[in-house]
Nanobody
């Protein structure tokens, strides 16, 4: 069974940091592009960051540039999102996703596998 499981979410004060992890199982994701998305209450799921299979290329939505860093460890079948200088508007459920075609894309429907999400709450 293919699974993506996120962890590392929680409650943090504005200006704080969190590191999200996404553990993949059931197949190797080492050739997939991986992405992080988030969904705030009452809003659509939105793209946050993505990384190619090699880790050589990354892409971020404008609002997190300079604050968030996506990385991966193919030996561990894992992807990470380091979040710093967190703001209340970063509050959302964060999801990791895999694109087996290996493309960096911001389009939700192009990702093939999804995790269940982890809640991030940033208090002001």
């Amino acid at each position: 069974q293919v699974q993506l499981v996120e962890s590392g979410g929680g409650l943090v004060q504005a200006g704080g940091s969190l590191r999200l992890s996404c553990a993949a199982s059931g197949r190797s994701f080492s050739r997939d592009a991986m992405g992080w998305f988030r969904q705030a209450p009452g809003k659509e799921r939105e793209f946050v960051a993505a990384i190619t299979w090699s880790g050589m290329s990354t892409y971020y939505t404008e609002s997190v540039k300079g604050r968030f860093t996506i990385s991966r460890d193919n030996a561990k079948n894992a992807v990470y999102l380091q979040m710093t200088s967190l703001k209340p508007e970063d509050t959302a459920v964060y999801y990791c996703a895999a694109d087996i075609d290996g493309r960096i894309t911001t389009i939700t429907s192009l990702y093939h596998y999804w995790g269940q999400g982890t809640q991030v709450t940033v208090s002001s």
